[in-house]
């Protein structure tokens, strides 16, 4: 007689069994509950929550009642459900707003949206999902579909062709093209064809994939655990998606100013006096830094929260003569607490059930750089909070920036992570680390910011982390992690770093001069030249690798390096107003010119320049012995930064580019705004302002405009009112150049007494400005009211005094 062992399944052989995928099936019912529309198909159902006229929730779902619950990158607040007609006839289900139309094809459930014209705008044609929990769906996708976004990958801007996976990884090698994870997951797709676009964000925090490359007429997004969750975000142009993405998961803060200075890393400056000794280099070469990070080697044998008790024996000391310098130290925090009955915060993490556990109760142990190691729970806001107040230890010290590194997290194992059954204990709605994996490292940055901010009195702490997911834009800046000193690896990270943008991560960059490998003088010169207008600006280096702060390479390359690192610090005014920008409105502080001019056929894919804002336009060299290189100038004129000389846009130019210049451009007649040269961001300085206007012309017709949003740099007292305004404005008139400026807001004063406009290569000589007179440079220089000649740059420079009921000026020209 045999029993039931006798079919045990793996004695019956291999079993091909096709994998099954399920489909809603024809719509059967649909109601409204709560503002929500729940559309009930035969074998699932579907959920609409419209947010606004130009955004929608859909989310596939089983049983009676819709799961609502959303990960953290959505910001709830800004998620207040909207009723909108709906209209059933015998086919369709169609709900209208003001700008769309979506319509459900009852029979098979197939979605799509059309504009107000009736163009169809997104078309999703197949929901399924797989008995294993997998789920995906196919999405039109057009002879001209060109696809953006995606956060943090490799290979160029236009993602068409490529496929990609969302699971946070710490690839130390290689970052090739075919490379599919990185550090980051945004699950954001931005789609354009013809002239529409649109967004679609799936939040799921597991794994999931975005493939554009397999299916020819479709794209699909999958993910292989977790809900269907995708939110639909309307265009029609790209900058419309972009704002709308971050307000659903949210936007960058201001980051204090000294955040965007220039930063000097490496793995690892070694002890105290190395880093005294590399800010006093600093500033005995006149070369601007802001801050200088503490990688894994200031710790107690890598436990976090310490200092090495002979390497670093008095921080406070070192941090009190750095800050006589201003330079700020930035140490590094990962998330592996070593495991060591010892050490207090381990012992407090296990006694008071901090750590990631196992459903039954085992802590997660994992290797990381402090030997075996737990890691703390940031899910719930109870480990958050502890988290959070661990960094009193920093705070207490004076510092206000911390590195978070390995929060993927990274684990030496061969899965390079976490095991995939680790409970997340998430507030009482417990999920595993397959579920949950990608928020991982947000949810630490979270805790950090909010410990930070908690314990510094109002000041803006910073925040800069390696893994993350939607919304993390919110806590911190994000760098690109593990690059090397590849000329490759700097042009990569354009495309890179322009995506993250496209993707709400407006404060982003990579480790300039390269990370692994060894960089070289030239290699150097380029990478800075470029990184200066990045958002997020640091050199960083690996162990084991040539040195590569600014004066490893000789006086020359050092005397380039200093004026290209001054001019981010002359840059200043222009740049935090863009990051203002970024934090008001969430559009990018660097921009591929794809956002700016989406109808231009030359841009959709161009990546090796890109603009600063929308009208300077930046073009490194990125490649070796390379003296020239070809630039792309969209429609309008455009001046070269260095010479002044006039180019018509819409081709193509060869641009000089000896070593010591990196092609520039700015619109003609726009204005950029400078401020004097600081060593660092907050030195105590007259905030003299240079409003540089490019290409003026007289003549009715001309105008430019320019709004310069300033505030203390450092404290959250803009949040209460504390900035102002000024907006200037210039016209062309009759024979005249009419120039007017007024705080529009003025809850804020900077110290200054002294105005500045520049005409830089104006289109017309000048005759003088109207009450004004003529004085030297010197002059000039010294604080005396009036107009001066600049050989160098510009025809003329005003100087006034800043005045709070603003004025106005008439210069005039020769006729
Ligand atoms: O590579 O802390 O990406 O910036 O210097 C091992 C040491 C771990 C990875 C980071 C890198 C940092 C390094 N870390």
Redesign the pocket.
Known sequence: MESSEAIRPEKMGPLVMKETWNTPGSVVSWELAENVYIVRGECAGMVFIFLSDDMFRMKLFHGQVPDLTTSAAVMNENCVPHLFPVEETDGQLIFTTSDIRLIIEKSSFLLRVENTAGKTIMQQNLASWNPRGASHAEYDMQPKSHFYGLGEKSSFLDKRGERYTNWNTDV?APHLPEIEALYESIPLIIHMHGDLTYGLFLDNTGRSDFDMRSHGIAFTIGCSTGSYDIYFINGPEMKDVVKRYTTLTGRIALPPKWAIGYHQSR?SYMNQQEVLQLARTFREKNIPCDVIYL??HYMDEYRVFTFDPVNFPDPQRMISELGELGVRIVP?VDPGVKKDPKFEVYKEGVLEKHFCRRLEGDIFFGEVWPGISAFPDFSDSRTAEWWGDLHKFYTDLGIQGIWN??NEPAVFNESKTMDLDVMHFNNGRAVTHEEYHNLYGMMMSKATYEGLAGHMGGERPFVLT?AGYAGIQRYAAVWT??NRSFWEHMAMAMPMVLNMGLSGLAFAGPDIGG?AHHTSAQLLVRWTQMGVFFPYCRN?S?IGTLRQEPWSFGEEVEGILREFIGLRYRWMPHLYNLFHEAEICGLPVIRPLVLEYPRDPHVTNLCDQFLLGDNVLIAPVYRPDTDHRSVYLPEGHWIDYWDGEIHAGGCHILAAAPLHIMPMYVQAGTFTAEGPLKQYALEDKAETVIFHLFGAEVGSGFSAGYSLYEDDGHSFGYRRGQYSELKVQAEGTEGALVLKWAYTVQDYRPRRELLQFALCYPNFSIAGVEGLAEISLEQLKAGRTGWAYNGKKGAIIVQINDAAEGGELLILAHE
């Open positions: 130390f793995y990688d894994i590094i590194d390995m390696r992690g593990d990370f960083h690996s």
